[in-house]
């Protein structure tokens, strides 16, 4: 007869515990998300924000690109009525894309107002001393 048949195999504890464990274990994944969040999801949504109120204030003059890639102005923003009777802008947009050629777009289909850029002149400005 095999003399070590009658020992039990001892097994190796866990040396910090159970609930330390578990956390040590989630720790990592907790940190991948949170960096997700604030690298990825949290700008994401941010630029979503600022895109629905730009896109919210248009007004006639304002200079857009659609989503063909088609650069126009904003000729007129016809106002309905919803549910409630209050006026609201229209979901379809007027713009001039050419002189004296107009097409009606969707709201949606706008993905940015051009904004116009200031000269960057690097003359003196007059009435200044240097």
């Not at 990825?40 to 690109?65: C, F």
């Amino acid at each position: 007869m095999n003399p070590f048949v009658l020992i039990s195999p001892a097994y190796a504890q866990d040396i910090t515990g159970g609930l330390l464990g578990n956390a040590t274990q989630f720790a990592p994944l907790i940190l991948i998300f949170a960096v997700f969040y604030f690298l990825l999801i949290r700008p994401q949504q941010q630029k979503q924000k600022e895109m629905r109120s730009m896109i919210a204030s248009l007004k006639r003059g304002d200079r857009v690109v659609t989503g063909g890639g088609i650069l126009g102005t904003v000729q007129r923003v016809p106002m309905v009525q919803d549910k409630d009777g209050k006026q609201v802008p229209s979901n379809e947009i007027e713009v001039e894309i050419a002189p004296n050629l107009k097409v009606t777009v969707l709201r949606d289909t706008i993905t940015s107002v051009v904004k116009p850029v200031a000269a960057n002149d690097t003359g003196a400005v007059k009435g200044k001393a240097s």
